[in-house]
């Protein structure tokens, strides 16, 4: 008892370290059937455009050893209709809501976040310019330069606490995590999905519409920690890590690496509870260690 | 609140060629569930498999606190399944989904139209329809490709509604595709409501693989039934409508024609499994 979870993301006050992972949570409303979402230190909604999104053709996942592939395509009906007809579900919860933003172009994601700058119930925008299954949005990723440019560009239209959405898919992710923080970025969170894909061979054809997909789950677990662990040796802002947590163990394992929140994503889809639970294993794990606040173990790996 | 609930299983039984059908204990599943819904189970601890298995309701028993499904043996999941002992506890989700309707009219006459393993969730509509309405009402058609194939007809049988078999190979019933059935059954019925001058009621639900609902769908609005619902098994990730993996695409309303132009994406396990046939875009 009493040990503290409380963290601070940029100038998002979590209770508990722990979001959910953009995508795998949908805008709260299913999940809320299952726990009170008040619970969870912050909610991550599933990406927003400028305008509607149709999403990609069917079919989107495929299974694959401990893990599984998406190629939804950001599927979603738009900023505008996020603010008149999701958020004020949301509104009722005591929970942080970070809005994932997403976009074709530079411009666009500038006036999704002009947007949302100042509607109530908004705590901070997260950059994802790092979704495989989206071109634009994977290219802006790719490099220093053009994630400089989409944070730059978003810095100036919101004084909302901004976290940039790394991808695994780059040469150098380090690279890329100074470049957005140099134009702005208030924290970053890591990783996206890893590219991937799957064929069936007895039909010999891909099992994505789409041929490739990000991949998430548990396999992708040791990349994002070592990910993780780099680049919170090189940035002095706060860390969302996330990649295949499942449990409360898990979450620890990325807050030693160096991060300062973490999030839950495919975990959602296999126990809709999941947040709730890995909440509860951080706690046990603290008092179990004695620790009487979860700030102390970020970044607490040691090499023997 | 929805729940996560730990199921023990009370028995399993091969019912046909590569058909178990598994009985579970949940009080809350036996009495919420409505047919049409599905419950979504993780088969082991391990994270491989991964993902849970929708499988539909198959039958309740709520006094028991029991309810039952039927699956085929297909993959790596239904093979571990297979492998659970009585005694044996599951994590399973539900129920989850939108039910088939039922309709409001004592007068609608009901063409329950079943594929192979699709007779699963048809089984529990059967049942909810008898109650319902009675099982004069109630006309089922069970396809198969073989005769040890065909599931659930002594269940069908049991209750006093008129069940009619076909085989793709002739060994049992009608020899011919169960759609020929449909096609047959819906004639007649036209044929004698035009000498009475009384157009019948008739609503049909179905099940079962894709090419066969298809089917049932063209067939049904040639004869501009009442209502034609199917219940649609595509592959889920979560189950519970967050992934946005499981869609279909439905027409934008006000495009009731077959021009797939304006279509809107729907989740299968939230806005489904059961969807109107005549609001699906047919691929």
Known sequence: ?304 | MKGVYECEILAQSEIGPNVVRTLLKSSEIARQAQPGQFVNVKITSTTDPLLRRPFSIHATYPDEGVYSLLYVLRGKGTALLRKARPGDKISVVGPLGKPFDLGDSSEAEHVVVAGGCGAAPLHFLCDALCRKWGCKQVTVLAGAQSKDAVLCEAEFKSYEVNVRVSTDDGSYGYQGYVTDLLDAYLAERYSMSSQSGNSPLIRVYSCGPHEMLKEVARISRKYKVSSCQVSLENVMACGIGVCMGCVQKIKDSGHGDDSAECFHYERVCTEGPVFEAENVVWE
């Open chain 1, 1 to 304: 008892m009493g040990v503290n979870l409380a963290v601070k993301i940029g100038k998002i006050e979590m209770k508990n370290p722990v979001t959910v992972a953009s995508g795998t949570f949908g805008f709260g409303k299913e999940i809320a059937d299952f726990y009170d979402l008040s619970h969870l230190g912050a909610i991550t909604v599933k990406g927003t455009s400028l305008h509607p999104w149709l999403g990609n053709e069917y079919p989107r996942t495929v299974e694959t050893p401990s893990g599984m592939l998406n190629a939804i395509g950001l599927q979603n009906d738009g900023v505008d209709s996020f603010i008149s007809d999701k958020l004020p579900f949301l509104r009722q919860y005591d929970v942080p809501v970070i809005v994932n933003v997403v976009g074709h172009t530079v411009e666009e994601y500038a006036e999704v976040a002009t947007r949302l700058d100042g509607v109530e119930g908004v705590a901070g925008i997260e950059i994802n310019i790092s979704c495989p299954n989206v071109k634009s949005c994977m290219v802006f990723g790719a490099t220093p330069e053009s994630t400089a440019e989409v944070v730059r560009a978003v810095r100036r239209r919101t004084n909302l606490t901004l976290i940039t959405k790394l991808s695994p898919n780059t040469g150098d992710i380090t690279a890329v995590a100074r470049a957005a923080i140099d134009a702005g970025s208030d924290a970053l969170s890591l990783i996206n999905t890893l590219l991937g894909t799957a064929i069936n061979p007895w039909t010999r054809t891909f099992s994505l519409a789409n041929v490739t997909g990000g991949l998430s789950g548990p396999a992708i677990k040791p990349v994002a920690l070592r990910m993780v662990y780099e680049v919170a040796q090189v940035v002095d802002v706060p860390i969302i890590g996330m990649g295949g947590i499942m449990n409360g163990l898990d979450a620890v394992e990325f807050m030693l690496a160096g991060a300062n929140a973490v999030a839950v994503g495919t975990a959602n889809f296999v126990n809709p509870r999941a947040a709730i639970e890995v909440i509860d294993g951080i706690a046990q794990y603290l008092e179990a260690t004695g620790f009487e606040d979860v700030n102390d173990i970020v970044g607490k790996v040691r090499r023997e």
